[in-house]
């Protein structure tokens, strides 16, 4: 049974700093690319990121280009997402989920939460 | 930058037909992938690749795309469908979703 276990979320000021996690088990971490999607409160759905099976390649929102990184250690099936000078509206539901660059999402995690505010 | 535009809101009687749009410039050329979101839940894909069905959803669930619109259709509506639908496509190098239907069933 594939699971995505996002991990990290929190209450961060305005211009701070916060590292997501997401722990992948149930298949073959290494073979797929894995993204990370968010949803502000009553909001839809708003890609982040998406990174390659090896992690050669990735790829950004405009929103958050410069601002966060992607990563993956296959050694450890586990997906990050670093963020940097948070802002109010990068508040969101944060999910992890497997797919593939050009593709679609397969599975996703239940998400974690992430609020900016002072 | 692509959009995608979908309705606010289909309405649909218990048991009847259900027909979700997506729109978008010469959207028949790329891949159409339509997820459901239940409140409080996280999204679930229900059609992949214009027309294909994931295991485990059901036959009631399909999908087309052509010219400048791709449409998710929901036969025999039942009440679990109640739920947000969003379209998805690749352009460019980065993924775009459309800003989710909400579909009710009456």
């Known amino acids: 049974e594939v699971q995505l276990v996002e991990s990290g979320g929190g209450l961060v000021q305005p211009g701070g700093s916060l590292r997501l996690s997401c722990a992948a088990s149930?298949?073959?971490?290494?073979?797929?690319?894995m993204s990370w999607v968010r949803q502000a409160p009553g909001k839809g759905l708003e890609w982040v990121s998406t990174?390659?099976?090896?992690?050669?390649?990735?790829y950004y929102a405009v929103s958050v280009k410069g601002r966060f990184t992607i990563s993956r250690d296959n050694s450890k099936n586990t997906l990050y997402l670093q963020m940097n000078s948070l802002r109010a509206d990068d508040t969101a539901v944060y999910y992890c989920a497997e797919g593939t660059p050009g593709s679609y999402f397969d599975y996703w995690g239940q998400g974690t939460l992430v609020t900016v505010s002072s | 930058s692509y959009e995608l535009t979908q309705p606010l809101s289909v309405s649909v009687a218990l048991g009847q037909t259900a027909r979700i749009t997506c729109g978008g410039n010469?959207?028949?050329?790329?891949?159409v992938h339509w997820y459901q979101q239940k409140p409080g839940q996280a999204p679930v894909l229900v059609i992949y690749?214009?027309?294909n069905r994931p295991s485990g959803i059901p036959e009631r669930f399909s999908g087309s795309n052509s010219g400048n619109t791709a449409t998710l259709t929901i036969s025999r509506a039942q009440a679990g469908d109640e739920a947000d639908y969003y379209c998805q496509v690749w352009d460019s190098g980065t993924v775009v979703f459309g800003g989710g239907t909400k579909l009710t069933v009456l």
């Open positions: 690749s214009d027309n």
């Open positions: 149930g298949f073959t971490f290494t073979t797929y690319g």
């Open positions: 990174i390659s099976d090896s992690g050669g390649s990735t």
């Open positions: 010469n959207i028949g050329s790329k891949n």
